[in-house]
């Protein structure tokens, strides 16, 4: 291919459980797409938190991670993200601190603010309907317990979090809209940007981000990456019928009724409404999706519109096959050479 994507490509997977199958095959699959992806190449692979949702697996990332480490040597793994609100900084610091001591120089702890779930399961989660901390308070206690910098009259001042202290990975924030892209900047970290479902405020939350930048031990520059939902086929007319369950998916959970991640067959026996057809032209308008030429041309319009620094891709297709077909492929247009 004479041109080629010429920035680094990660993967975002959320254990997709398909129509007919279960929780159980999901995260098997997500053990056999990471060793794939670690051969084709990809920088880094992260999983998300989410609950409550019946086509979504991933709800315990760092138990998940954890079993794709023991697979895998070389890509990184980490968090995309873990939703901080919903957890006690301590037990996060532990558990991530946990990682890096067994994987050292792989983790990556990407935080998010939002709860990942519908308020029922988040009042579950937290064990308490009170207004919770701001993230800035609860990331400075995860940062106290991953480098003991709590101040003397701290209440936490003399908690050790083992492993944890000493034992930080590579930490990232995640957002939808300016307000974490805010923050990013002011601590000098790496944002990510959930390009796939807010779209429309990808350039105003980069803006911001870049504006507030601040030099840090970690980074003497901006860093972006973006979330793209990407599905790539041997042809447009493939990738478009793999596509249709998507849609069918996002109507469910946006009435409020989530469920296994619909067939093919599935979705085009679904009629959509007007309503629901304008919505999900309004959801899907993001989305990348076709033959490798067409997916090239895309992401390279994506990177130059908003100079990213790297993409991660998130593949929601039914069937476990088709999801690596389209790594492979979408691997393909950066020209990094695969390993054996």
Request: include cysteine; proline fraction near 8%.
């Amino acid at each position: 291919m004479s041109e080629v994507l010429d920035v680094p490509l990660s993967v975002l997977d959320l254990a997709p459980v398909g129509e007919g199958s279960s929780a159980a095959e999901a995260l098997r699959a997500s053990l056999d797409l990471v060793v794939e992806a670690e051969r084709l190449g990809y920088r880094r692979y992260w999983v998300a938190e989410h609950h409550n949702m019946p086509g979504i697996a991933s709800s315990a990332p760092a138990v998940l991670l954890a079993h794709l480490a023991s697979r895998t040597s070389t890509i990184r793994l980490g968090s995309g993200g873990v939703m901080l609100p919903n957890h006690a900084p301590l037990v996060i610091a532990e558990q991530f601190g946990m990682l890096e001591a067994l994987h050292p120089g792989r983790i990556d702890l990407g935080i998010g603010r939002a709860p990942g779930t519908d308020p029922a399961a988040a009042a579950a989660l937290r064990r308490s309907r009170n207004l919770e901390p701001e993230l800035p308070t609860l990331l400075g206690e995860l940062l106290g317990f991953f480098n003991g910098t709590f101040p003397d009259d701290h209440p936490y001042r003399r908690i050790t979090a083992v492993p944890g202290l000493g034992y930080q990975p590579d930490l990232w924030l995640l957002g939808s809209s300016d307000y974490s892209a805010r923050l990013a900047g002011l601590l000098g970290l790496p944002f990510s940007f959930a390009h796939h479902f807010s779209a429309g405020n990808t350039l105003p939350a980069l803006e911001v981000y870049r504006s507030s930048f601040r030099p840090s031990p970690v980074l003497d520059e901006p860093y972006v990456m973006l979330g793209v939902a990407v599905l790539c086929a041997d042809t447009h007319e493939r990738a478009c019928w793999l596509a249709r369950p998507g849609d069918l998916a996002f109507l469910r959970l946006r009435s409020g009724r989530p469920g296994r991640f619909p067939t093919p067959e599935e979705a085009a026996d679904f009629h959509p409404t007007p309503a629901e057809r304008e919505a999900i032209r309004n959801w899907s308008s993001s989305r990348i999706i076709g033959d490798p030429a067409g997916v090239l041309d895309k992401l390279r319009a994506l990177v130059a519109t908003t100079a990213a620094d790297e993409l991660m891709v998130t593949t929601m297709v039914h069937g476990d096959d088709d999801r690596v077909r389209s790594l492979r492929l979408v691997a393909d247009l950066t020209g990094v050479p695969r390993t054996s």
